[in-house]
């Protein structure tokens, strides 16, 4: 038993996503940790700070290391993040000599944001192809259903006769933009050291940033540790995207109450009416739209980071920032089996 319904030993065969859940697995989370640090090494070793043998020594351990997951455990209950606890463990593998060279000029928040925009690049590019083959799809349906007819409803009554295309396109439209945005989405590596200003790094701070970058396939900007917006702009995305999807699954669920104007394979069982189908996904559409609407105001909480770090708002943003990613994926996963599910869509 969990408390997220995201990974529940049964809610998540409804609202969880094997494809996307292990982005935000601690394994992930780690080895994206790890190649933080060794890609910081060779930026470092490149312009003449750290020894090119210990960066060398750092990228080979960080490539193998498996870190003591329970003193990481009792270690962040007491430092409040993981990184002290794991770079301790990793200075003891490089050795004496090579620990010198290890973190220099980061903290702790380096490691942890970058991380999360090393796994959120590979989670945004998958949603990208999901929201490309859900727009085919709804390409599909418009060639073979396109000219029939619908009734247009405003304010939830009956207003004219539509045509199906004309109900496709506002279901497609929103789908192409968000694709396009999050093909064009930068993920920006963060590197500030400890109050945001690389005083470590004197003159060669702005060159190292833009090495580290460039190893690890982020944009390279100023730090950004108290201005959270990339954390916000991500997470508005994920919240438009299922509020879009939400608009298709409810839109489905009200052409599915009468079933004249719609027809749907796969639908839901009933444990006590044999006869009924339940638009089972799209219903959970809806759901998944009005959480990450509610998930969305807590991350613009977390806007208020106050001076040049806060505990408080990241670890808000912990807490909802990858459930939000969660809920979009299923959004993405189950919008795709509800549109690939549809035989019949108007009336000649």
């Not at 060779?42 to 498996?66: K, M, N, Q, V, Y």
Request: include cysteine; charge should be negative.
């Amino acid at each position: 038993m969990t408390a997220s319904p995201f990974d529940h030993p049964f809610l998540s065969g409804l609202l969880g996503d094997d494809e996307i859940a292990p982005y935000f697995s601690a394994g992930a989370d780690i080895r994206a940790m790890l190649a933080f640090e060794a890609a910081l090494a060779r930026a470092e070793a490149t312009h003449g700070l750290i020894p090119a043998e210990a960066a060398r020594r750092i990228a080979e351990i960080c490539a193998g290391f498996s870190p003591d997951l329970p003193r990481l455990r009792a270690a962040t209950a007491r430092d409040g993040v993981v990184v002290p606890e794991l770079i301790k463990q990793l200075r003891t593998d490089v050795g004496e000599e090579a620990a010198k060279s290890l973190h220099l000029g980061a903290t702790s928040q380096d490691v942890i944001d970058t991380s999360l925009m090393i796994r959120l690049k590979a989670v945004v590019f998958l949603f990208a192809g999901r929201l490309s083959a859900i727009v085919a799809e709804l390409d599909g349906l418009d060639r073979q259903f396109g000219r029939n007819r619908l009734m247009g409803h405003t304010r939830m009554q009956a207003a004219i006769p539509i045509s199906v295309s004309d109900r496709l396109t506002a279901w497609r439209a929103p789908l192409t933009t968000y694709r396009d945005r999050l093909t064009e989405q930068s993920f920006p590596v963060q590197l500030g050291g400890a109050a945001g200003t690389l005083d470590k790094l004197g003159p060669h701070a702005a060159t190292v940033r833009a090495s580290l970058a460039q190893e690890l396939g982020l944009t390279d900007t100023t730090q950004w540790q108290s201005g959270r917006l990339p954390i916000a702009d991500i997470a508005g995305l994920f919240a438009s995207i299922s509020g879009s999807l939400g608009k298709i699954g409810q839109d489905i669920a009200l052409l599915a109450q009468s079933g004249q104007e719609i027809e749907i394979s796969g639908g839901g069982t009933s444990s006590a009416m044999a006869h009924k189908q339940n638009p089972v996904a799209a219903e959970v559409l809806v759901s998944l739209a009005r959480f990450n609407a509610t998930a969305l105001s807590g991350i613009h909480q977390s806007l208020v980071h106050e001076q040049e770090r806060s505990g408080a708002a990241w670890t808000l943003e912990w807490l909802l920032l990858p459930q939000m990613a969660m809920a979009t994926a299923a959004s993405l996963r189950l919008a795709g089996e509800l549109v690939g599910n549809i035989r019949r869509l108007g009336v000649v």
